[in-house]
């Protein structure tokens, strides 16, 4: 079993900042992948970055030169540095990571596991 818990959001003005960060815990081998979608109300959930072991990252166009991922893989944590934000950028904001695991001998997956979302608002 995997957890990821995210944390950081929050009430920011315009063009303020913030950092979320999102951990995973579990029985995990190894995480092939960790990213960040966001879903504001009345909408679908959409992409707003990802970052894979190999340092690749790939983010939505209305977040590049302001949001950036990091990730510390000793931790198995994902960052997200988001700067100027817009409001916009309201939303609850979900870690996602493509995880393998073990229980005993045998390995489960690649799979994804979703955390349960944090609200940023970004309002004067």
């Known amino acids: 079993q995997v957890q990821l818990v995210e944390s950081g959001g929050g009430l920011v003005q315009p063009g303020g900042s913030l950092r979320l960060s999102c951990a995973a815990s579990?029985?995990?081998?190894?995480?092939?992948?960790m990213g960040w979608y966001r879903q504001a109300p009345g909408k679908e959930r959409e992409l707003v970055a990802t970052?894979?072991?190999?340092?690749?990252?790939n983010y939505a166009d209305s977040v590049k030169g302001r949001f950036t991922i990091t990730r510390d893989n000793a931790k198995n944590t994902v960052y997200l540095q988001m700067n100027s934000l817009k409001p916009e950028d309201t939303a609850v904001y979900y870690c996602?990571?493509?995880?393998?695991?073990?229980?005993?001998?045998?390995?489960?997956?690649?799979?994804?596991?979703w955390g349960p979302g944090t609200l940023v608002t970004v309002s004067s």
């Open positions: 996602n990571a493509d995880v393998t695991t073990r229980l005993d001998s045998t390995y489960f997956g690649p799979f994804r596991s």
């Open positions: 579990g029985n995990i081998v190894s995480i092939t992948s």
């Open positions: 970052r894979i072991s190999g340092g690749t990252t």
